[in-house]
């Protein structure tokens, strides 16, 4: 199985910034696009942004300027560096990943457990 663990989710000030990160492990052959999305509750997830192997990066136009995405690939792992925090961006944030595992053929979607934004005006 392959697993995505984010950390770096908190309460903050609006103005202020946050780093979010998370790991993917198990027996991965390769990962493709990794990003970020977010959820209220009630509300279908939507995408913040995404990186690709080779660095392509995309962003949702409200966070363009403000938020960074970046990643390592070889630790396997997507950070996404937040500034400008608003209170509009509290949210849970999910961390995706598209893997191809040893011994598997084709590649499938894994999502991280979220990790809480919540942004104080």
């Known amino acids: 199985q392959v697993q995505l663990v984010e950390s770096g989710g908190g309460l903050v000030q609006a103005g202020g910034s946050l780093r979010l990160s998370c790991a993917a492990s198990?027996?991965?052959?390769?990962?493709?696009?990794m990003g970020w999305y977010r959820q209220a509750p009630g509300k279908q997830r939507e995408l913040v942004a995404t990186?690709?192997?080779?660095?392509?990066?995309n962003y949702a136009d409200s966070v363009k300027g403000r938020f960074t995405i970046s990643r390592d690939n070889a630790k396997n792992t997507v950070y996404l560096q937040m500034y400008s925090l608003k209170s509009e961006d509290t949210d849970v944030y999910y961390c995706?990943?598209?893997?191809?595992?040893?011994?598997?053929?084709?590649?499938?979607?894994?999502w991280g457990q979220g990790t809480q934004v919540t942004v104080s005006s």
């Open positions: 995706n990943a598209e893997v191809t595992r040893v011994g598997v053929v084709g590649r499938v979607n894994y």
């Open positions: 990186i690709t192997r080779g660095g392509h990066t």
């Open positions: 198990g027996i991965i052959f390769s990962i493709y696009t």
